[in-house]
């Protein structure tokens, strides 16, 4: 993978602090973004790296793949997902995402086909109205199922339906809106999930978030992560399956980043982020973090990406995204989402520096080296 020679991307340098991205400039839809940061979006060799495509004003999302080998970037206008869902096999390069009460897959070839995974059992939706089968996909430490956080009629039901056809099985089910549930990296019977902003379905009203950490073991109840009702943001796994990682602060300044035992209240871990944060993410060392940042939130309010080496404290700004105040930064969910790829090797977010939607790359050798 060289980004300097590749005709599918074009280097943009920040003009404050010097740092160059690598932006797709090679595009397959109007909007191309990068994948929710709790998902992983790049292979570990570097092969392939898959993005969200978007033609507005159709509000569905599809997939993109970069194929680094063959230099070609190719869409698939099949993938079209609900919520944030797709998951990536960081060792075939193949994608599973949710479409309806089905999970399908496919390879990144242009000629691989496409395959229903597993569908929730009809007798369990019946007639409801089905909004969302995962908010986004993970699967469990042994590969034999995916997390199911789904939402159809007056209630959201939690599950693991296996990747071999089985049987969906239930886990609990819930009269509110519960969401990003993610399964534990090293644990096939243990998940993390949020409490999420309830749109009741038939008032139209909006009832807040009090307690936002949860857990949940196969065959018990849920629990929450904190003993007093806590309200945070932005949750994810650590890789040791111990502790999980959130944004904290009240909601209109959130300004560190807690790394949490799962199973002690008091052990926590504080990462002070030079300004505002709304999503973060650590190598898997917790020697680098990077996160993006906004004064006022707003679907497609201005934002910037910073990274931080935490052993010198060392902060870089990678980009300071203009808003998008119009039909597309309102719909497509354009926040940054930074993340670490591919080993910890790259980063890869959105940004709008150039005036449009853009899938970015950074490597994280040369922020190091900064």
């Given at each position: 993978?060289n980004l ?20 797709l ?36 999302r ?22 944030a ?15 309806g ?37 993970s ?22 339906l ?5 049987d ?49 073991r ?10 007093t ?35 002690a209240?008091?052990e ?103």
């Amino acid at each position: 993978m060289n980004l300097n020679t590749s005709k599918l991307f074009s280097p943009w340098t920040h003009p404050e602090t010097g740092v160059t991205l690598y932006l797709l400039t090679k595009k397959v839809a109007p909007v191309q973004e990068a994948f929710y940061f709790v998902n992983e979006s790049m292979t570990r060799d570097a092969r392939y790296l898959w993005f969200y495509c978007a033609f507005p004003p159709a509000l569905g999302r599809t997939l993109g793949v970069i194929d680094f080998e063959h230099d070609e970037v190719r869409h698939f206008p099949e993938t079209q997902f609900q919520s944030a869902s797709p998951f990536l096999d960081t060792e075939t390069g193949a994608v599973t995402w949710g479409s309806g009460p089905s999970l399908w897959h496919r390879g990144p070839g242009p000629g691989d086909a496409t395959e229903c995974v597993n569908t929730l059992p009809s007798d369990l939706i019946g007639k409801r109205h089905f909004s969302r089968l995962a908010t986004h996909l993970s699967r469990s430490a042994d590969g034999r199922a995916f997390f199911i956080d789904a939402a159809f009629g007056l209630q959201w039901v939690f599950g693991t339906l296996p990747v071999d056809g089985g049987d969906f099985e239930l886990w609990q089910r819930f009269d509110r809106n519960y969401n990003h549930a993610q399964l534990s990296p090293t644990d096939p019977d243990l998940a993390l999930f949020a409490e999420e902003n309830h749109p009741d379905p038939i008032t139209g009203l909006s009832f807040p978030i009090l307690n936002r950490m949860w857990l949940i073991r196969r065959g018990e109840a849920a629990r929450p992560v904190f003993s007093t009702p806590t309200r945070v943001s932005h949750e994810w796994w650590d890789p040791d399956g111990e502790h999980a990682w959130c944004v904290w602060g009240n909601e209109a300044w959130r300004t560190n980043i807690r790394r949490q035992h799962t199973d002690a209240d008091d052990e926590v871990e504080k990462v002070q982020w030079p300004s505002h944060c709304w999503h973060a993410h650590a190598t898997v060392d917790n020697r680098y973090m990077v996160a993006d940042s906004n004064d006022r939130f707003y679907r497609g309010c201005p934002s910037t990406v910073g990274f931080l080496n935490r052993e010198t404290g060392a902060y870089t700004e990678l980009a300071r995204n203009p808003a998008m105040e119009n039909y597309i930064g309102a719909n497509y969910h354009i926040d940054p989402h930074p993340r670490f790829v591919s080993e910890d090797r790259f980063i890869v977010f959105t940004t709008t520096v150039r005036g449009e939607v853009d899938l970015a790359v950074a490597q994280v050798a040369d922020l190091i080296g900064r």
